[in-house]
């Protein structure tokens, strides 16, 4: 195990200029859900560069697999990469890093030509940001023959490994999506307002009841939303009005109650302005992260050993506030994502200190080593079958009381 890994490592240090570059062009080349064609192309050139083949997925030109396969059967490792920006921000959440991280760890195997058992495989998962590429994927049935799925995230200016988490906990905000559109009657707004029927009207009226429930809910439940359409001229009646919600909560099942809540404060707010709703939503939104602390204390073993500064798990604290695709993934095998540091100081998700934070030299420092652990990891549970099973075990515990 010990000379497997170091020539690992010694593979993943001769591909950092590969990885580092990799990791600029995505930055410098932000594709939002679903159009990042440039990503997979200089992705799928640096996996070419080694002789493994992308397969891209039927209908899904921007979600690809590859695959190293070991000389015996054994367990099936993925690594996730992702490689989507956020809308006129850029790479603010660090998915360039993620798609470094996943393809190095990846190609770090070719170092042991095939002495291992099992497969390691490789993801390529569009669209985190919005829609959840991985739900999509799930329902094509690409992960049906996967054991064990690993990832990463840089995480402001701390490397944390969740290896104390309760049975029970959840490590993200469970999410889902929902657009509310109210269709109504146009009119004059002054000489005839009686004839009109007011759309944005309903969605005032949403966004009051919404607050209402407020203090009625859970400390964890986030709810937050945009008016994506309200009318077309303040002397015109608006005719179509439409909102934008996430509601996040740390349990699915909560979030299932809560969705009809807000459904019936919609319909509310239509029949009091006369007006006709329209819900768009999804049967499956972004389900909150199932821990695995087997996995954790194991990547966090691995990076102990690396140039990289590793901070304690805060105390009653379980992972992020955020919500993620890797979520869904997490409920139907054993997941982990390594969350590494990519600033000295605290920076803000989603904001243009994170979009710097995510191409500095801190964050590919940190990028590799966490590179070299999530390898060293997928290597451990790969030829170490009762830590396998450990991991195992502890995944069907913890869905018991999901």
């Not at 992702?82 to 070719?110: K, M, R, S």
């Not at 992260?289 to 304690?312: S, Y």
């Not at 979009?355 to 500095?360: L, N």
């Not at 964050?363 to 990891?377: E, F």
Request: proline share 4%.
């Amino acid at each position: 195990m010990k000379n497997k890994k170091n020539n690992i490592y010694t593979k993943i240090e001769e591909l950092k200029e590969d990885l580092l570059k990799l990791s600029h062009d995505i930055h410098s080349n932000p594709e939002i859900k679903w159009e990042e064609f440039l990503a997979v192309e200089n992705i799928s050139k640096l996996l070419n560069k080694y002789d493994i083949k992308t397969n891209i997925i039927k209908d899904l030109p921007t979600a690809f697999t590859a695959t190293i396969k070991g000389n015996s059967d054994g367990p099936v490792i993925a690594f996730l990469a992702e490689y989507d920006a956020l809308p006129d921000i850029g790479h603010a959440c660090g998915h360039n890093l993620i798609a470094i991280t996943n393809v190095g760890a990846f190609l770090g195997f070719l170092a042991l030509n095939g002495d291992f058992p099992g497969e390691v495989r490789l993801i390529g998962t569009p669209a985190e940001e919005a829609d959840g590429g991985k739900i999509t994927l799930l329902e094509k049935k690409i992960f049906e023959d996967i054991d064990i799925s690993l990832s990463s995230h840089g995480s402001s200016h701390e490397t944390i490994f969740w290896d104390s988490v309760p049975m029970g906990e959840g490590m993200s905000l469970a999410e889902f999506p929902i657009i509310y559109e109210f269709y109504g009657k146009a009119s004059h707004a002054a000489a005839s307002p009686e004839k009109g029927l007011n759309a944005l009207n309903a969605v005032l009226h949403l966004f009051s009841g919404i607050d209402s429930i407020r203090q009625h809910v859970t400390d964890d439940v986030r709810i937050h939303g945009i008016i994506t359409e309200g009318g077309k001229a303040p002397n015109i009646v608006p005719d179509f009005c439409a909102a934008d919600f996430l509601i996040r909560s740390k349990s699915t099942s909560y979030l299932e109650d809560l969705r009809n809540k807000i459904n019936n404060i919609a319909q509310g707010a239509a029949l009091m302005t006369g007006t006709e709703l329209k819900i768009i939503t999804t049967d499956i939104g972004y389900k909150d992260v199932i821990p695995n602390t087997t996995i954790a204390g194991i990547g966090k073993n691995m990076i102990d050993e690396m140039d990289i500064i590793l901070d304690p798990q805060p105390p009653n604290k379980y992972g992020s506030g955020g919500g993620t695709d890797f979520g869904n993934i997490s409920h139907v095998m054993p997941s982990y994502a390594f969350n590494f540091a990519v600033s000295q100081t605290p920076v803000t998700g989603h904001s243009p200190d994170m979009e710097k934070a995510s191409i500095s030299d801190l964050a590919h420092k940190n990028s590799i080593c966490v590179t070299k652990a999530m390898a060293s990891t997928a290597l451990l549970l790969i030829e170490d079958e009762s830590i396998y099973n450990k991991v195992q075990t502890e995944f069907k515990n913890r869905m018991k009381l999901v």
